[in-house]
């Protein structure tokens, strides 16, 4: 599920998809060696202090899981995560049969004391390495049935590296995003 940009509800989104799961401080040369990575070029301060779990409000789990003071009211409406410096979260939105899993509706509670940082590296089904289509007027094709919805959601200006492309790169909605030459 993805925020829809008029109406700001959720909505089932066809082309992103997130998956995850927990990963221990320091479980191993790995992860240790990614903490460190990530502490040196980000100069952080200590993660939240208290809120700013990550809460999954359609999870199962919400009616088990207990919850004392420490966390957020917002934490206590769902199953919620809480954030610890150098944890990572790997969240799984899709089913084995890549069907989408519901349950992977999340979100960020509150932060209460303290900061909260997070960095994302999103892991996807497919390649977003596809060369864009090229045509012989100058690049003008859509390389997505969805690009005139893309454009009617503003993503030309949002999101113009990938819509309209670069020097370097074509654009995969140049043609939806009216950047065509005549």
């Not at 899981?65 to 995560?81: F, R």
Request: hydrophobic residues 30%; charged residues 25%; glycine residues 8%.
């Amino acid at each position: 599920m993805v925020a829809d940009n008029d109406s700001g509800k959720s909505i089932m989104s066809k082309v992103r998809t997130s998956s995850g799961m927990f990963l221990k401080r320091d479980q191993d040369e790995i992860v240790a060696s990614i903490e460190q990575t990530i502490a040196t070029w980000t100069f952080l301060p200590a993660d939240v202090e208290r809120g700013g779990e990550t809460i999954f409000p359609d999870s199962e789990g919400k009616e088990t899981q207990e919850k004392d003071d420490t966390w957020s009211d917002t934490a206590k409406s769902g199953y919620a995560v809480k954030t610890k410096k150098g944890d990572a979260l790997l969240i799984f939105s899709l089913h084995p049969d890549a069907s989408t899993d519901p349950d992977s509706l999340r979100g960020s509670c509150p932060v209460i004391e303290g900061e909260k940082w997070s960095a994302t590296k999103w892991i996807h089904v497919g390649s977003f390495e596809v060369p864009a289509k090229r045509s012989a007027n100058g690049g003008c094709v859509d390389n997505s049935e969805h690009c005139p919805h893309w454009a009617a959601a503003r993503e030309c200006k949002k999101n113009p590296l990938y819509m309209v492309g670069s020097p370097e790169a074509g654009g995969f909605c140049r043609k939806s995003c009216k950047v065509c030459s005549s």
